[in-house]
């Protein structure tokens, strides 16, 4: 793959301005359909496959409900008592609801709150429900709008408190400023990284133009799917991301080769066969990572996953195939800083000092941030968001709380219980008994605030009951009711013949979390599995993916601890915007582990790649350690910088599903990049010592060999070069031979331009055949010696000083070799 990268990064610097043409046409060509159809993202997350959906289903079907249609519940609030049925206010309501719903051809009715009796006891609160015959994905601003302008007449002259909720009321704007001000961060983190304003902004002009092109096709894709709207958020979070970390890489590599070479097209060629073989290794780690949410069974996380997989793929696209052209087209402005260039051959600094000399300590030290950061996981409480979470100066939070205040908390998490009484609709009087027997033991149940006499369905094969808790929807008493009600079932099937179901938001919260509970084992185990197989692959070791798999638990733990401290245990709570603290999301933890895990193996390869290149070549762990953290570190730092920036600009967002996701990447690539990757693997390495890189014969022989850091390229490169100019000296004749030796029969005899027997007829004499076949023996091409030598010494598990040994031999017979061939092709002329 190297070589192909290589090839692609050369062609795209020579035909710049092409490849440019070429972005430019593809994102117009996703965007231009967008300019006049609006995507249709869901304002609503849609699930399938729980109990308390397929109840929700049967509800709607036999009491002529549609939780589909767009619902905007409107809550009038009087300040004195009785004042919402005094004569002049329930005129101006009435009035008021009759004029909504005339200016609006898309409502389908509006309930009556006297007629209905949504009326408080004090008499000072009312609501009326309106009800639409479009879902809430298809119900325009225009609607809201008209609702909001006839009760402001309403507001202003009759002293009336009007507020919002509903599906109706859910917005489908996603962002905000919060991409802006994370790009700002990022721009700042390049400038102070590269020095220089253009080479910090090419990573930002690439990842911007394939988050473009990612989010242009996702949206595109609501025409035929449905896509919640805070899919496309988390796409734009993880896009915006990787697609400035992975174009960082690239160009931090760009120029470290360019310190050594002289021609930039070359340059970027290395840059994109070397680092863009990392990149495109790390992007297809987490495109895997995140289109294993689909395991989880729910749907839609899998299309959280796949649209985030998406956003990635263009991501890592842009990276090899947009950026190198902008480097081709400004490369006389980036330019090695040579002070820091010289600088940079110290490879000793203050931290990996620190690390090599106190590593224990650094272990221990990184060991008690991590656990103590996790320890609220112990009491974490999963679930859904409501209203009641939301910005205090919403007005979905203020009806949220009047109705908690006026009606109880349990009206904003009422539980519709459904009773099938198909088996006794032909005794009507009996059944009447036994449906208020039922009504009874539910009244008398713990947490239950009110239940409604039943209602029967048309068909008259259902009743319905809704009962109403003491406490809100995520309440502890709550779910514990949910389970009582649940447990009912048996007692009612065997006193009155009847089966009986619930839903509702507090029961769907309980059998989603359970769904997510059985599901993050297999999950998280084929992710743990999978970056153990594949770090074992590239870097030949046991215990370096051991390391790195604990070492993703230990920052996964700890990311979802410290959310649970801000989030739920309102931990300065004021410093990250948050006004409301309640349940963690309930699919908080298997989103965190399914992209936390490519980030996390992407920082992991960056750094061993560099520290175990360097062992092989020196056999020196201390040293390895120290250029690892000298070269690689300060990169890492960046992208983590990055990273974080964007992710933590999410945590102002008013969505508190947008600000739990934006909390738990953001300190999840801190916890990561700089606790475990930066202080406990290389503290840990160093422990460990040359045991770090041991691998059992019988395992090296069997498992693939990748090169993902491309440094065969770099060997092939500076080969070619070297070939390149033999090819060219005056002095000098072709190269590549034939080998014949003395006394053959059959030696082909070839004239090159000068009219002498090119070399592909050399005939060898003895010394110079054995010492080619000797060479030969080593590697069986000329352009790959070093790698043919270090497989040769991983198999047979030579230390490292017969490494050093073998290598040291390798270029005296080379070098030999090369003198004996030219001593043979001088006696030839």
């Known amino acids: ?56 289903k049967k509800i709607e079907k036999h009491f002529n409900q549609d939780s589909e249609k767009a619902q905007i519940r409107v809550v009038f609030k009087t300040t ?17 609801l009759d004029d909504i719903k005339k200016d609006d051809k898309h409502i389908d009715k509006i309930s009556d709150p006297y007629e209905n009796k949504q009326i408080s006891k004090d008499k000072t609160t009312a609501f009326a429900d309106i009800t639409y015959d479009v879902s809430q994905t298809s119900l325009k601003d225009g609607s809201r709008d008209n609702v909001k302008s006839h009760l402001k007449d309403l507001r202003d002259n009759h002293n009336v408190q009007t507020e919002l909720t509903g599906t109706g009321m859910t917005s489908t704007e996603v962002g905000g400023n919060s991409e802006l001000v994370g790009i700002i961060v990022a721009f700042v983190v390049l400038l102070i ?17 394939g988050l473009a092109s990612g989010v242009g096709i996702i949206s595109l894709l609501t025409y035929a799917f449905d896509i919640p709207n805070v899919t496309l958020t988390l796409a734009v979070m993880i896009g915006l991301a990787v697609g400035i970390d992975y174009a960082l890489f690239i160009l931090f590599r760009y120029r470290q080769v360019m310190k050594t070479e002289t021609d930039y097209i070359k340059g970027i060629g290395l840059a994109i066969g070397t680092a863009g073989s990392a990149v495109v290794f790390a992007g297809v ?15 839609f996380l899998a299309v959280m996953g796949f649209a985030s997989a998406i956003s990635v793929v263009f991501a890592v696209l842009s990276a090899l195939t947009l950026l190198p052209a902008l480097i081709s087209i400004f490369h006389k402005r980036i330019k090695v800083n040579k002070l820091q260039s ?9 931290w990996s000092k620190f690390i090599t000399g106190n590593a224990l300590a650094a272990v221990l030290l990184g060991l008690i941030i991590l656990v103590a950061a996790a320890i609220p996981v112990s009491h974490m409480r999963l679930g859904i968001p409501d209203d009641g979470v939301k910005p205090a100066d919403s007005t979905q939070k203020k009806a949220y709380d009047i109705i908690s205040d006026k009606f109880g908390e349990g009206f904003n998490g009422q539980i519709p219980m459904l009773i099938n009484v198909k088996d006794k609709k032909d005794d009507p009087q009996g059944l009447q008994q036994d449906l208020q027997s039922v009504y009874k033991d539910i009244k008398d149940k713990k947490n239950v605030d009110i239940v409604t006499p039943p209602q029967m369905s048309k068909d008259n094969d259902y009743a319905l009951m809704v009962v109403i808790p003491k406490q809100g929807p995520n309440a502890e008493s709550t779910n514990d009711l949910v389970h009582d009600l649940r447990d009912y079932h048996k007692d009612a099937q065997d006193k009155y013949g009847f089966k009986t179901e ?51 638990v230990l920052s996964l733990m700890a990311t979802l601890g410290f959310t649970t401290l801000v989030m739920q245990d309102g931990f300065m709570k004021g410093l990250f915007g948050i006004e409301t603290t309640g349940p963690m999301l309930a699919f908080l933890p298997v989103i965190t582990i399914g992209i936390l895990f490519g980030l996390a193996m992407d920082y992991e390869v960056f750094l061993m790649s560099r520290i175990h290149e360097e062992y092989s070549k020196t056999g020196d762990n201390d040293y390895s350690i120290k250029v690892g953290l000298k070269e690689s570190g300060p990169v890492i730092v960046a992208a983590a910088l990055i990273m974080f920036s964007v992710f933590f600009a999410f945590v102002f967002q008013e969505d508190v599903m947008i600000k739990s996701m934006g909390m738990a990447l953001a300190f999840g690539v801190l916890f990561d990049a700089f606790v475990v990757r930066m202080m406990l693997i290389p503290a840990l390495t160093k422990l460990f010592g040359k045991g770090s890189w041991y691998l059992p014969a019988w395992l090296n022989r069997i498992i693939p060999r990748v090169d993902i850091e491309g440094h065969a390229l770099e060997k092939y490169k500076t080969v070619e070069s070297q070939e390149s100019e033999a090819k060219n000296s005056k002095e000098t004749y072709d190269t590549t031979f034939k080998v014949y030796p003395q006394g053959a029969t059959n030696v082909s005899k070839h004239q090159d331009a000068h ?75």
């Open 193 to 209: 990284t590269f020095g220089s304003v253009i080479a910090a902004g090419l990573p930002i002009i690439s990842a911007l133009i």
């Open 755 to 829: 009219g002498q027997d090119d070399a592909h007829s050399i005939v060898l004499d003895d010394k110079t055949m054995a010492l080619y076949q000797e060479v030969k023996q080593q590697s069986a091409s000329s352009l790959f010696l070093y790698d043919a030598l270090i497989d040769y010494q991983n198999k047979h598990q030579l230390n490292s000083k017969q490494q050093a040994t073998n290598i040291e031999q390798l270029n005296k017979n080379i070098e030999k070799l090369n003198q004996l061939l030219e001593k043979n092709l001088r006696n030839k002329s």
């Open 285 to 299: 780690t987490v495109v895997i990572a995140v289109c294993g949410l689909s395991l989880v069974g729910i749907d």
């Open 342 to 350: 010289k600088f940079k051959k110290d490879i000793d600094t203050p």
């Open 80 to 96: 004195k008592d009785d004042g919402i049925v005094q004569p002049n206010i329930t005129k101006d309501i009435k009035k008021t």
């Open 502 to 552: 619930i839903s509702g938001q507090s029961v769907i919260n309980i059998d989603m979390s359970k769904k997510l509970n059985e599901a993050i084992p297999l999950f998280a185990s084929v992710i743990v599995v999978l970056a153990f197989f594949l770090l074992m692959i590239v870097f030949r070791s046991i215990l370096i993916p051991l390391k790195a798999v604990l070492g993703f």
């Open 1 to 56: 793959m190297a070589k192909f990268l290589y090839k692609m990064g050369t062609f795209i610097a020579k035909h710049k301005w092409s490849a440019v043409i070429a972005w430019i046409v593809i994102v117009a060509a996703i965007l231009i359909p967008l300019a006049t159809n609006a995507p249709k993202f869901d304002n609503d997350i849609k699930m399938t496959g729980l109990e308390s959906l397929d109840t929700n």
